[in-house]
C-alpha cells in the first residue's frame, strides 16, 4: 500500500512527519527516521482501524501574504 508522508522541519531540530490519510504523526532525527517512524506507526494504527482507500490524495501548496 503507497501512501502520503509530510514533513517538516521541528524547531528542536529533526523533522516531523505526517500521514494525511490516516491522521499518524512521530518524528525523527533524520528524513529516513522519521519516515522509518511513521511507517511503523502507520502500520500500527491500520492494525487496529484498517481503512480501505480509494486513489490517491493531492498534495500541493498555497500561498497566504506575510502579515496573515
Request: aromatic share 8%.
Amino acid at each position: 500500500m503507497e501512501l502520503t508522508a509530510v514533513l517538516t522541519p521541528a524547531e528542536e531540530g529533526g523533522y516531523i512527519a505526517l500521514n494525511p490519510e490516516t491522521g499518524t504523526t512521530t518524528q525523527g532525527e533524520t528524513v529516513e527516521e522519521a519516515i522509518s517512524n511513521l511507517q511503523e506507526a502507520t502500520a500500527l494504527y491500520l492494525t487496529e482501524f484498517p481503512i480501505h482507500f480509494q486513489g490517491h490524495p493531492l498534495v500541493t501548496t498555497f500561498s497566504v501574504p506575510a502579515h496573515a
